[in-house]
């Protein structure tokens, strides 16, 4: 399951899991990840997920009319795919979105089927 690690000062400090059903991102209680600054807006962002046709999740973040925009890798956006790394900006805030899925499907990838059942080969 993806999640969002705050850092501050270089520091990890805190870690938001993202469900199936998103993660909300502001500065109202109302929020599943709030941020008590007054750079942030009530409803900032939103991370949403997509099913794809072959059951694989996607995320993506959406700047919800903010303010003082929502940045990834230094960047507004206003809907943005969430690759593994990115950094998302809030206000005065950093997060590092970790999709830890897209480890283990590479490390998937990584491998290939041999005529043997059951056996599994390291691709070059």
């Keep these: 399951m993806p999640f969002l690690i705050k850092h501050q000062n ?3 400090s805190n870690r938001s ?3 199936n059903k998103g993660l909300t ?3 109202s209680a109302k929020n599943a990840l709030l941020i008590d600054d007054p750079s942030v ?3 900032h962002a939103i991370i949403d997920t997509k099913e794809l046709k072959d059951g694989t999740l996607i995320y993506f973040i ?3 009319e903010s303010t003082n925009q929502t940045l990834v890798n230094n960047q507004a956006v206003t809907q943005h795919l969430l690759c593994d790394q990115d ?3 809030i206000g005065l805030h950093e997060f590092k979105y970790i999709d830890e899925n897209t480890e283990s ?3 998937t990838r990584a ?3 041999s005529w043997i059942p059951g056996v599994l080969i390291l691709k070059d």
């Design 10 to 12: 270089d520091i990890a």
């Design 17 to 19: 899991e993202i469900t």
């Design 25 to 27: 991102i502001g500065r």
């Design 41 to 43: 807006s009530q409803f």
């Design 62 to 64: 959406q700047d919800l």
């Design 87 to 89: 950094i998302i900006n």
């Design 105 to 107: 499907l590479a490390a």
């Design 111 to 113: 491998f290939k089927k």
